[in-house]
């Protein structure tokens, strides 16, 4: 029944009674207590308002101010996590637990303890602040609700349980994550229930007017509310930290809020709303118990009722039948066999002549005429008896033989009997009359006369007859067998449909008894809407249960001391220990080049030479590529504007879209300003689009067929895809006319135009890159910053761009936000960051914690950077470099020529020297090492000169003999050895990999399986599992490959790390052949990562069928906790192809880092011959070539020394 207006205005503690007694009887404790919460808001007359919000956007702050007096915690790490009603009234404080009794205290009470209590959601369900100040007026309740976030599923549930007393709601945002999900989905399910609800946008001082119009930044917000159809009664601006911030609607709020509470009371005040959610809520708990009832009985839905019972009619009436068919077909049988034996007329006249005949030969004194002999008496005798045998044998077959054959042989067709055997019996039916028969019936001395005759004939008859009968019936229980054999068979299949069907017909009945069951469960609850009639019993229930529900312990400040809820240990702020060693990069260079100078021109030095040169050439065009990630809205962009120090990158850009942007140094082709547009291609096109729809089975189009299919099936306003998705697919139909002669094209267009180009998002989902080409102190350090797309941009997952630049980068910077929670598709990123932490020589990354400026104090920020560090620590990345800053701040002091503040200044401190030293200490070591040589060789050099003749003979035998050993030395490392440790290191790295994704796979089940995600009942829904189970397969698809993705990375370092190996065993075995050669360092290689595939594309749906008809209702799935099994179920039947999927993917890398191990070490085996040959051939130089003067030689040896101590304290 739906409330209408004339029931509205009467709907009174009578219906809730009623509504509750209905409930109570329909066995929905929990939502007969929500109709027992609006009883007592309406008998209290109460308005209650809610205040929900993102988690740390300042709610409890806001209600704090509102109110005037600090009664909630407020932190910007999450702080409420238990459901807190505020009000004015008689001075107590209720906490209600979900285990135990409520406490009570009365005032004066310790504000700083119920905050703490207001922190702990594990025990405690709700508190109530009841305070003697006139903070609110009569009867009006503030509800102030656990933060809204994405990663505490608990504190969701918590929020919407309350959102059937509430008579309207004030949602908070921060400045930065207006555009969050999960506040849109919250605002939908608030607005789905009629609930009238307000947006507050707080921390507008963040806003820079420089950066974005306040105008068009509420037109932003406006546009996201419009696409996801999203109409709030009003939206405000606020700021708490800057009363005077431009725009600050806070007094606004706070005077809306009392009118609310005041002269708009009674029309704010709406039962009949909370009465429609709860009821709607109870039919649904109805629904999903009747689908999950359903689901036992499972019926067959081809099957109705009425046609059951026809059919059961049918099957009894035919297995009566079959049971009655074998004393039929035997009544039939014996009625046949004596029908035709009594009909048989054996013996006619004619063959009753021939039996006189026989008779009378058979008598004693029987003669052939007067004299016959006694041979011609016999004979006729014999012929007489054979022609009546003979006759006879005719009239026997044709008599009875033949008709039986045919009878019995039309029995077997009557009672469908195709025994073939059977029917050659039948066809062979007879029985053996001898002649002795005929003679032994004779009565011997009997007078042959009529009467004989008949006499005898009758008792030939009768024998004949008899004998067949003998022999029928033997028959028939040949034909018995078979046909039993037969018909039980037919029995056994009719008895099983029979039962089939009578099961059926019962789980019919049952789902008639259910329906009928739902529909008067419905009623009652119409009913008590309708003509509520409660009962007198109900109203002493409804008054008990409000009774215990307030009989509470009252408690003392003391008590809660004592049982004081345990405190979480604030971690001390670690200090990092790394020192900012600043090696100028120019002394080093001075240092090459002095030494150059010193050795050139000496005869062997070359190589030397060469070695040093080239490191002179790295040193002085050195490049830097820094990867800038970052959290949705965490104010990346404004990060890299505060780390160059102008305004380049655009804020606020979508962040739906994939696209890179790259500042690069200015070159001789691309001047300063100067930006290069990279159009996608068609292909990227496709598959951008083929990934989003993949659910609806797009054929194999081109682009422009895909987008005509996808307005054509209104794919991109489709329900079942993603919002962000479908904003992204208009701005594709959108843009399309504007972009489509770009595609693939490379566009150069102004720095003026650049902004555009990144920020409106039909133009940036075309876009694959962008690079600004710009002159800045940044750029002209040789640093290229790339800001790449956002981990939960659109497509973002589907290339391998995030995984190049970890791989390849110089440096990561990682930028997160003060008071935001981390998305599912951050937090998979930064595991992916902590599972290759460990693969790089150096940590190159780097954690910015932005807007470190919203802190109140350093113990604030201390407490932030903490919860930020464990967070990091949780998802793999232990001890990692993080550092406060405060982007806005940053760029303001820089744009002013100002000191930049100290904790920017900390930073960039120890990003630079991480760039311009750790970076280049490994060359900067190899100098040194090049420069050691160099004394080295001019200490030998000088030792040479003062060998004589045989000496200098003697010393290039030697020469020749530690070339040989050298050599031998080089053909003496086994490859096989260092191919084994490869396959080795990859076994045992990949050992492990299903393990790990056993454990992450609770948490994408629980991510895609959730009372979010799954809502439905019945072909509903199967249609939401499919489409979990398909976000699911995706989502462990991804992270396997992420798995193999970090897999490589170790492995690539592993064989970076053998290459060294081989150099210091090289290194260490030729120094006691020859003590003068010294094994320069070896140039990286950059290894090829194979490219995998992201895991489970070919799997279908389908393949888990089985699984997900399991499935038996929300209750059972969620409450009875049947989830676990299906979990438990996909995973076991996924564990074979991932198996398989990591088992080829195993060879393929061992197939392809092999390869490339063969290469290198083939080139470092011959790079050290040549190092060998190139070695001998400058010291036999320093013996055969024109001798350098001793005294110049050991001035180049002071100079040299001199240049190596300078470099030894450098790197000290």
């Known amino acids: 029944m739906i409330i209408t207006e004339q029931n509205q205005a009467q709907t009174n503690l009578q219906h809730l009674a009623a509504l509750y007694q209905a409930m109570v009887e329909n066995d929905d404790l929990k939502h007969a207590n929500k109709i027992l919460d609006v009883y007592e808001k309406l008998n209290r007359q109460e308005l209650m308002i809610s205040f929900a919000g993102h988690f740390s956007a300042g709610k409890s702050s806001m209600i704090n101010s509102l109110l005037g007096k600090s009664i909630l915690p407020k932190s910007p790490i999450p702080t409420s996590a238990n459901v807190v009603k505020i009000k004015s009234g008689k001075g107590i404080a209720r906490v209600y637990f979900h285990d135990t009794s409520p406490v009570e205290y009365e005032e004066p009470y310790d504000i700083e303890m119920i905050k703490e209590y207001a922190k702990d959601k594990a025990s405690i369900k709700e508190i109530e602040i009841s305070t003697k100040e006139n903070i609110l007026p009569d009867e009006c309740v503030i509800i102030d609700t656990p933060g809204i976030d994405a990663a505490d599923d608990a504190d969701r549930i918590m929020t919407e ?487 380049i990158l655009p804020v606020s850009p979508n962040p739906t879209t994939a696209v890179i942007n790259r500042i690069n140094p200015v070159n001789k082709t691309y001047s300063h300003g100067t930006v290069v547009v990279k159009f996608k291609d068609e292909q990227t096109l496709v598959d951008d689009i083929r990934s989003l729809t993949r659910h609806f089975s797009p054929e194999a189009l081109n682009f422009e067929e895909l987008l005509d299919w996808i307005m054509k099936n209104n794919i991109h306003r489709s329900d079942q895809l993603h919002q962000t998705h479908q904003t992204y697919l208009n701005a594709i139909i959108n843009g399309f006319s504007y972009n489509k002669d770009a595609i693939a094209q490379e566009v150069i267009i102004g720095i003026g135009e650049f902004s555009s180009y990144v920020t409106e998002e039909t133009k940036a989902c075309y876009i694959e890159s962008i690079d600004l080409y710009y002159d800045c102190s940044l750029t002209r350090d040789g640093i290229t910053l790339v800001d790449t797309p956002g981990a939960d941009s659109v497509n973002a997952r589907h290339t391998n761009v995030s995984f190049d630049y970890i791989k390849h980068a110089d440096a990561i910077l990682y ?167 490869i396959k080795q290191k990859l076994d045992k790295q990949l050992y492990y990999v299903l393990e790990r994704e056993s454990i992450r796979f609770h948490d994408m089940f629980k991510e895609t399986f959730n009372p979010t995600t799954i809502t439905e009942s019945g072909r509903k829904a199967q249609v939401q599992l499919e489409q979990s189970l398909s976000n699911l397969l995706d989502y462990a698809g991804y992270e396997l490959m992420q798995e193999l993705r970090a897999v490589s990375l170790r492995v690539e370092s592993f064989i970076t790390e053998m290459k060294k190996d081989i150099q210091l065993d090289y290194s260490t075995k030729s120094n006691l052949i020859d003590n003068n050669f010294l094994l320069p360092d070896f140039d990286n290689t950059e290894l090829e990562t194979p490219a995998y595939n992201q895991a489970f594309t070919e799997l279908d749906v389908q393949t888990f069928h089985k699984e997900l008809k399991r499935f038996n209702g929300t209750k059972a799935f969620f409450v009875k906790n049947e989830k676990e099994q299906m979990k438990e179920d996909i995973f076991n039947r996924l564990s074979p192809f991932a198996k398989r999927y990591i088992e080829e993917s195993h060879q393929k890398m061992s197939d392809v880092y092999t390869e490339q191990w063969n290469v290198i070490l083939d080139d470092m085996k011959e790079e050290i011959k040549r190092i060998v040959r190139t070695h001998i051939d400058n010291y036999l130089s320093m013996v055969t070539d024109q001798p350098v003067d001793i005294d110049t030689l050991q001035d180049k040896n002071r100079i040299v020394n001199s240049i190596v101590a300078v470099q030894e304290k450098m790197e000290a």
């Open 161 to 647: 349980s309350s959102l059937h007393l509430v008579d309207a709601l004030f949602y908070v945002m921060d400045y930065n994550h207006v555009q969050s999900e999960v506040n849109l989905q919250f605002l939908k399910k608030v607005q789905d229930n009629n609930i009238p609800f307000y947006i507050i946008i707080n921390q507008i001082d963040k806003h820079d007017e420089s950066e974005l119009t306040f105008e068009t930044f509420k037109q932003k917000i406006k546009q996201t509310f419009d696409q996801w159809n999203i109409f709030p009664e009003v939206t405000y601006y606020t700021s708490l930290i800057d009363s005077n911030a431009a725009y600050n609607e806070f007094p606004v709020i706070k005077d809306k809020l009392n009118t609310l509470m005041t002269s708009d009371k009674e029309f704010t005040l709406n039962t009949e709303r909370s009465v429609i959610q709860v009821i709607d809520e109870h039919k649904r708990y109805l629904d999903s118990i009747y689908e999950e009832s359903l689901a036992e009985v499972s019926p067959s839905e081809s099957d109705k009722y009425e046609t059951l019972s026809i059919q059961l009619e049918n099957i009894n009436s035919i297995v009566s039948n079959l049971k009655s068919k074998p004393k039929e077909m035997e009544r039939d049988f014996l009625a046949n066999l004596n029908a035709t034996l009594k009909n048989a007329y054996l013996l006619p006249s004619d063959l009753r002549d021939k039996a006189e005949l026989f008779l009378e030969s058979q008598i004693k004194d029987f003669k052939v005429g007067l004299f016959a002999s006694k041979k011609k008496t016999e004979e006729e005798r014999e012929t007489r008896l054979n022609k009546f045998y003979d006759h006879l044998l005719e009239r026997i077959d044709a008599a009875i033989q033949w008709k039986l054959r045919d009878k019995f042989l039309n029995l077997l067709k009557q009672y469908n009997i195709h025994d073939q055997n059977l029917v050659q019996q039948i066809q062979q039916f007879s029985i053996d009359y001898d002649k002795e028969v005929l003679l032994s019936l004779q009565n011997p001395g009997a007078t042959v006369n009529g009467d004989y005759i008949l006499n005898y004939t009758n008792d030939v008859s009768a024998d004949i007859k008899k004998r067949f009968k003998m022999e029928a019936l033997k028959l028939w229980d040949l034909i018995y067998n078979s046909f039993i054999d037969e018909i039980n068979a037919e029995i056994v299949k009719n008895e099983n449909e029979q039962e089939q069907l009578y099961h059926l017909y019962e789980q019919q009945e049952r789902q008639e008894e259910l329906k009928t069951d739902l529909r008067e469960k419905y009623q009652l609850v119409d009913t008590a809407l309708d003509k509520p009639n409660p009962s007198d019993q109900i109203w002493h229930q409804i008054n008990d249960a409000i009774k215990l529900r307030y009989k509470a312990i009252k408690q003392t400040t003391e008590d809660f001391n004592s049982k004081a809820i345990p405190q979480t240990e604030v971690v001390n702020e670690t200090q990092e220990q790394t020192q900012n060693k600043t090696v100028s990069i120019d002394n080093v260079l001075t240092n090459i080049e002095n030494t150059i100078a010193t050795i050139d021109e000496l005869p062997g030095f070359q190589s030397i030479i060469d070695d040093l040169t080239r490191k002179q050439v790295r040193l002085n065009n050195r490049t830097y590529t820094i990867a800038l990630f970052g959290a949705f809205s965490a104010g990346k962009s404004s990060f890299a504007n505060a780390l160059i120090g102008e305004n």
């Open 815 to 981: 930028v997160t936000y003060y008071n935001h929670a981390l998305a599912r598709a951050d937090k998979d990123f930064l595991m992916q960051l902590g599972r290759v932490k460990d693969a790089f020589q150096l940590d190159k990354m780097f954690f910015i914690m932005n807007a470190a400026d919203l802190a109140e104090d350093n113990s604030e920020l201390k407490m932030v950077m903490n919860y930020i560090e464990e967070q990091l620590t949780q998802l793999g990345i232990r001890f990692p470099r993080l550092y406060p800053i405060s982007s806005k701040q940053s760029l303001r002091e820089k744009l002013n020529n100002e000191v930049p503040n100290h904790q920017m200044r900390n930073f960039e401190e120890t990003f630079n020297s991480f760039i311009h030293y750790e970076l280049a200490a490994l060359t900067i070591q190899s100098v040194g090492r090049d420069i050691n040589r160099a004394s080295q060789s001019i200490k030998n050099y000088i030792d040479s000169l003062q060998l004589n003749a045989a000496e200098k003979e003697n010393y290039r035998e030697d020469l020749y003999k530690k070339q040989s050993s050298l050599e031998q030395l080089v053909d003496q490392i086994d490859n096989d050895v260092y191919v084994q440790k």
